[in-house]
Structure formats: C-alpha cells, structure tokens
C-alpha cells in the first residue's frame, strides 16, 4: 500500500492480529455481527510516520453512541485546563477566536468558553457535542475537512489557534487537515496538538497504542514532515505524561515564528531512539511478542493456582491488549469500569464482561490487570485499601520516567 502522507510505498512490519472496535462494547446479542479488521501498522521511511495500513470506516467508531467521554478521569479535567492556560498565556491576544478539532464533551475549550473567548468546537459524535453544549461550549457535530473550514471562516474569521488533543492521530487524511488549517489559521497563528508519542510507545513497549483510532502514532520527526508538505514548522515540543507518554507539538507557519530549542533537542534525541529507521520496528515487534508470552504466561499460572484475577478498566488500549494476547473469559473474570455506557456490556472481541466499580471494590481479587496503566498514579492513590489487603497489581508496559508534565 501506500504512505496515508506522501503516497511512498509502504508494508506492514507486523500484524496484532483480528481485531474488533476497540470502543465497541457490547451486548451478547450483537456478539455474532461484530466487526473485526486486520491491526498492522507500517512506517515509512521516506515521511518516517507510523501508521495503521487497515482502519475501520470513521462512522464505525465516532458516532451517535460513542462511549468515550474526556471528563471521566478528574487528572484529565485538571489537565486540560493547564493546557487552555497555557494556550492563553503563551499564544492569545485580544479578542481571540479559537477552534478545537474532535472537541469531545468540551473539556479543554470550556475552559476558553469561561474566560469569554470566542471559540468553536468541531465534533463528529453527537453525543458527546451535546455534553460540550451543556459546559458552555459551542460546537458543530461534523468531521474537519477543507469545506468545513471555509464555512468556518465564512461565519466567523480566521483562528489565532487551532487546538487538538488525542484526535489527530485519529485521522486518516491529514493531507486535509492540513489545507483546512491553512485556510482558517491567521498569519501569525499556531496549530497546537497534542497525542500518544512514538518515542514512549517504543520505550515502553506499550504496542496497546495502537488501535483502530490511532491510525498514526506521531513523532516530532514524522510531524515535521507531515506538515512541513503545506508550509508549516514546528516551532516547540513539550513532552506530557497523559496516556501514558504524549507530546504537545505547536507548530506554525514557515518563519513566522521562533524556533525553540526544545525542537532541536527533541528530534536529537529522536534520532538516537532510531524513530527515523525501520529496523527500530523490528526491534519493537520482538518486544511485542516476549510481552505477549509474558502475560499469558502469568495468566495461565495464576489460574492454574486457582487465583481470582479481574482487570481494572476498560480502555480502548485494553481492547488491543486482550485481542492480540487472546485472554479469554477463563483468564480474566470481568473488568471493574465507572464508565455507565460500559457496564453490563461485554469487551469487544474476548466478549469479558464489564462491571461497576463496585463489583471491584466489594469483594477484592487476588490480582487486577491495570489496563489503565496511563493513570496509574492516581488509581494507585486510590486502591491503597486494595495493596494494603493483599491484592496485587499486573501490568504489562515498561516503566519509563523520562517524560515532564
Ligand atoms: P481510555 O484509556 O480509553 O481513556 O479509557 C479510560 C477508561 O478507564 C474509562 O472507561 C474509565 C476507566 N477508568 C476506571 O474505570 N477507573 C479509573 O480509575 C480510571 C482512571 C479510568
Ligand atoms: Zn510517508
């Protein structure tokens, strides 16, 4: 196939394997319809972006029942106001227009809303536009595209910022993107985004990234390129902790404005971790299996023992996790979430029912598979009670404490 960027031929370096939505939780009635594709990502080596080379139609994963909501974690809530804070201090002057791609429940931009900035939410999924529209926010429920930001620029004029966070990496035609940016960002303006970052999934070995939404995972290299293609540079990075190793990148148009030395130092370091070579993935692909044994291994044994394991929130990662690793009911008993839309639902593909976070709290397990890993502090602030009486915590990614909030 070819390079989603720059049309370069391009392969898969390995394949997870049949997977199904990784947000599509589900009752045992839709278990015989369900939908599966092939999870295989590829990097080319020419732009150097990773990419998934199957992903399922858009309108399979963000819709009118989509059952992610930002608000959920408070960390999450406090994050996103640090982020509007910094967006304000460092990039608005007066009377601003700001515009957030995938604005979700209106996390990041009530925080804009609160402050009277003019703003505009663009969000496929109803569901969640409408919980944005309840916080203040406005939005339009669609998918950002070259019209939609002429339609944009028509009703209300060029953006000083354009945002996004965990939404870029979901789409497929950045090329797009692009072209719709360049059309509704003013001269002086700055496109900030930030995602799950390919140097802390390579370090961690956190292959769970990768899902059917993530069709890219970025690093500062590949979003140079990518967006170097329509006339814009980075111009900082500022690595953060959330989900589980991301990275903030601000970039703006050519020469408009100054370059940090951050982005210098950043793409060093890059280069070092080989983020620009496909023998890296190779590399990682190795590490995918081992972790794979690993955990089944564990598993197995802890069953064998007669140990009661359960796991610890139903993330979209977890979906890859248990597909690709193939834990079975047998292995798991069910996963504690306090996500309402999920409960009483069963995980896409392994079909292992999802509880209340009652179901966790009320009768402990011996052992909890903490698919949340990207939370870890704050859940392990929270289930002290847990540890304290003996339960153990499994986890399957690396430990890095490289990156800064
Ligand atoms: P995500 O990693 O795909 O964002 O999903 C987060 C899920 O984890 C969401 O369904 C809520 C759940 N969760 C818990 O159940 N308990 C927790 O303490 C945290 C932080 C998340
Ligand atoms: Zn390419």
């Given at each position: 196939m070819k390079c989603r960027v720059c049309s370069a031929p391009i392969e898969a370096f390995m394949s997870f394997g049949k997977m199904p939505?990784?947000?599509?939780?589900?009752t045992p009635e839709q278990f015989e319809n369900e939908y599966f594709f092939e999870l295989a990502p590829a990097f080319c080596s020419s732009c150097c972006t990773l990419q998934l080379t199957k992903q399922p139609d858009p309108e399979k994963m963000f819709h009118d029942h989509y059952a992610f909501f930002s608000r959920t974690s408070k960390h999450m809530v406090k994050h996103f106001q640090n982020y509007a804070h910094w967006v304000m201090d460092n990039y608005l002057d007066h009377n601003p227009f700001v515009i957030e791609l995938g604005s979700n429940d209106g996390i990041l931009l009530e925080n804009f809303s609160k402050h009277g900035i003019s703003h505009m939410g663009v969000e496929p999924s109803a569901n969640v536009a409408n919980i944005a529209q309840q916080h203040g926010v406005n939005s339009i429920v669609a998918f950002f595209s070259p019209e939609l930001a002429k339609q944009i620029l028509q009703q209300q004029?060029?953006?000083?910022a354009i945002m996004a966070a965990n939404v870029m990496c979901h789409i497929p035609d950045l090329n797009a993107i692009a072209e719709g940016v360049d059309i509704l960002l003013k001269e002086q303006g700055v496109l900030i985004f930030e995602d799950p970052y390919l140097g802390d999934m390579v370090r961690r070995v956190s292959?769970?990234?990768?899902?059917?939404?993530?069709v890219y995972i970025f690093s500062a290299i590949s979003v140079n390129n990518i967006f170097g293609r329509h006339g814009f540079e980075l111009i900082d990075l500022l690595p953060q902790k959330t989900h589980g190793g991301s990275m903030r990148y601000v970039l703006a148009r050519k020469g408009k404005r100054p370059i940090s030395a951050r982005v210098h130092d950043i793409l060093q370091t890059e280069v070092e971790l080989g983020l620009?070579?496909?023998g890296t993935f190779l590399k990682f692909k190795a590490q995918c299996e081992s972790s794979k044994k690993e955990l089944l291994e564990t598993l197995r044994s802890l069953k064998t023992e007669g140990k009661r394991v359960v796991g610890y929130a139903a993330t979209s990662k977890s979906t890859t996790v248990l597909n690709y690793c193939q834990i079975t009911p047998d292995l798991i008993e069910f996963i504690a979430d306090t996500t309402p839309e999920k409960q009483g639902k069963y995980s896409p593909g392994m079909h292992i029912p999802i509880k209340p976070y009652g179901s966790f709290c009320d009768a402990y397990p011996d052992y909890a598979v903490l698919f949340a890993w990207n939370h870890k502090d704050e859940i392990f602030a929270k289930e002290q009670t847990f540890s304290e009486s003996g339960g153990q915590w499994i986890t399957f990614v690396q430990e890095v404490f490289e990156t800064v909030e």
């Amino acid at each position: 196939m070819k390079c989603r960027v720059c049309s370069a031929p391009i392969e898969a370096f390995m394949s997870f394997g049949k997977m199904p939505i990784a947000n599509g939780f589900l009752t045992p009635e839709q278990f015989e319809n369900e939908y599966f594709f092939e999870l295989a990502p590829a990097f080319c080596s020419s732009c150097c972006t990773l990419q998934l080379t199957k992903q399922p139609d858009p309108e399979k994963m963000f819709h009118d029942h989509y059952a992610f909501f930002s608000r959920t974690s408070k960390h999450m809530v406090k994050h996103f106001q640090n982020y509007a804070h910094w967006v304000m201090d460092n990039y608005l002057d007066h009377n601003p227009f700001v515009i957030e791609l995938g604005s979700n429940d209106g996390i990041l931009l009530e925080n804009f809303s609160k402050h009277g900035i003019s703003h505009m939410g663009v969000e496929p999924s109803a569901n969640v536009a409408n919980i944005a529209q309840q916080h203040g926010v406005n939005s339009i429920v669609a998918f950002f595209s070259p019209e939609l930001a002429k339609q944009i620029l028509q009703q209300q004029g060029k953006a000083d910022a354009i945002m996004a966070a965990n939404v870029m990496c979901h789409i497929p035609d950045l090329n797009a993107i692009a072209e719709g940016v360049d059309i509704l960002l003013k001269e002086q303006g700055v496109l900030i985004f930030e995602d799950p970052y390919l140097g802390d999934m390579v370090r961690r070995v956190s292959y769970d990234q990768l899902y059917d939404e993530h069709v890219y995972i970025f690093s500062a290299i590949s979003v140079n390129n990518i967006f170097g293609r329509h006339g814009f540079e980075l111009i900082d990075l500022l690595p953060q902790k959330t989900h589980g190793g991301s990275m903030r990148y601000v970039l703006a148009r050519k020469g408009k404005r100054p370059i940090s030395a951050r982005v210098h130092d950043i793409l060093q370091t890059e280069v070092e971790l080989g983020l620009d070579k496909s023998g890296t993935f190779l590399k990682f692909k190795a590490q995918c299996e081992s972790s794979k044994k690993e955990l089944l291994e564990t598993l197995r044994s802890l069953k064998t023992e007669g140990k009661r394991v359960v796991g610890y929130a139903a993330t979209s990662k977890s979906t890859t996790v248990l597909n690709y690793c193939q834990i079975t009911p047998d292995l798991i008993e069910f996963i504690a979430d306090t996500t309402p839309e999920k409960q009483g639902k069963y995980s896409p593909g392994m079909h292992i029912p999802i509880k209340p976070y009652g179901s966790f709290c009320d009768a402990y397990p011996d052992y909890a598979v903490l698919f949340a890993w990207n939370h870890k502090d704050e859940i392990f602030a929270k289930e002290q009670t847990f540890s304290e009486s003996g339960g153990q915590w499994i986890t399957f990614v690396q430990e890095v404490f490289e990156t800064v909030e």
